[in-house]
């Protein structure tokens, strides 16, 4: 079993941190590999053409590692999750009454661009609704979803893990229903890759697209995405020089060149060796190697597991084990009991969680302790006897 790793942190004694699902800490070894960064460039002739291209390799290796994909170079670095769902979006031909269907709350950046590409084409936009009850809320939202997923359907867009409330959808069942229908299936596995094991051998996705700054310990404006097959011969938003064929070749760039590199190269973003990000992205992705996604999950379990009794037991709900995860907990507020006083009563003794589709949204990593979920019980406790 895994031990807290809180000495890798910076955070504050007197600060509960449980809200990794907002925006992680920095590790330290990642701060320092981005000060050492910043430092280089003071000295850019020491920058050669090489350092543009080879750690940027290096961190698409890492990736594939982490999700099992085969290929790295199925890996594109684009700058956010929004860019590498509208790198879809754009290469998909829809038409009239076909549809695209998504699950109730879907982060805006899993929404808005298919909400284009329905309205361009005239196409529909099938929303699976969170059930209204609570009991077996996460099977039956599970169920509804395979149920909407038609033979008119192109695109099943979703996230492992909901962002708002931890619920679980079956990836593997809905690949299963969407291979049946021919449709694609988009993921957003920001809140999700780097807690929660996930296998690209199993799931075959056909984008999965991942934010750096949450469960991936990295900086802000880089997310990682991986593109299947189908997108081999698609048109990305920009077209960076860095991506055709030959670029390595600093002399020869005016030779201008009409082949892409290989796979996915072709959506990674301009400038996409973002020299201060991808070296701390990839010291962040050997620390998650180091630790074991797994043994993550795990701890997150081990250590939420006897306070979410308490909370349960002073009248919060939360969705059954087998259709949540460990590592993002949503819980309903009992009746009666107003969010105000809560967010109140927990930012007062700097305990931090967020309110998400009205569910108080906790995400422990590494360095929390048992103490922090103490307090967390603490200040919820002194809410409900307001
Ligand atoms: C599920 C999910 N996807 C994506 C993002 C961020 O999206 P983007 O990189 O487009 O800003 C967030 C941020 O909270 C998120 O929770």
Not at 258 to 265: E, I, S, T, V
């Amino acid at each position: 079993m895994l031990s807290c790793q809180k000495q890798l942190f910076s955070i504050p004694e007197e600060v509960s941190y449980l809200n990794c699902s907002y925006m992680s800490p920095l590790p330290e070894p990642v701060e320092f590999a981005g000060y050492q960064a910043i430092a280089k460039k003071t000295m850019p002739f020491e920058i050669l053409p090489k350092d543009f291209f080879e750690p940027v390799a290096k961190l698409k290796l890492l990736f594939a590692e982490l999700i099992n994909a085969k290929e790295p170079e199925r890996v594109a670095i684009v700058p956010s999750v929004s860019y590498g769902i509208s790198s879809a979006a754009n290469n998909i031909n829809i038409k009239a009454g076909q549809n695209i269907v998504l699950i109730d709350e879907i982060f805006p950046s899993n929404y808005y661009p298919w909400h284009r590409l329905a309205m361009n084409n005239s196409a529909e936009i099938k929303i699976v609704k969170r059930p209204t009850s609570i009991e077996n809320r996460g099977e039956i939202w599970n169920r509804q979803l395979l149920e909407a997923i038609d033979n008119q359907t192109v695109v099943v867009a979703l996230s492992n893990v909901h962002w708002a409330d931890g619920t679980l959808f079956d990836l593997k069942k809905v690949r299963q229903r969407a291979n049946e229908v021919g449709a694609l299936l988009i993921i957003d596995g920001t809140q999700s890759i780097g807690a929660l094991p996930f296998d690209c051998e199993e799931i075959k996705p056909d984008i999965l697209v991942c934010g750096a700054y949450k469960w991936l310990l990295g900086p802000y404006s880089m997310a990682l995405a991986f593109f299947g097959e189908k997108f081999d011969n698609g048109v990305p938003i920009e077209e960076s020089w860095m991506n055709r064929l030959g670029s390595e070749n600093f002399e020869n760039l005016t030779v201008y060149q009409n082949d892409y590199k290989p796979l996915a190269n072709r959506y990674n973003m301009g400038e996409n060796s973002q020299f201060i990000g991808v070296p701390m992205l990839t010291v962040a992705l050997e620390l998650i190697q180091g630790w074991g996604v797994g043994n993550i999950q795990d701890y997150c379990k081990n250590l939420a597991m006897p306070y979410l009794q308490d909370l349960l037991d002073m009248g919060f709900q939360i969705e059954e084990e087998s259709f949540r995860c460990n590592h993002l907990l949503g819980l309903r507020l009992p009746n009666g009991l107003k969010l105000e006083t809560v967010k109140n009563s927990t930012s007062q003794r700097n305990v931090f969680v967020s309110y998400r589709a009205g569910a108080m949204r906790i995400s422990p990593h590494l360095y929390n302790e048992p103490k922090d979920f103490e307090r967390l019980v603490e200040a919820v406790d002194l809410a409900t006897k307001t």
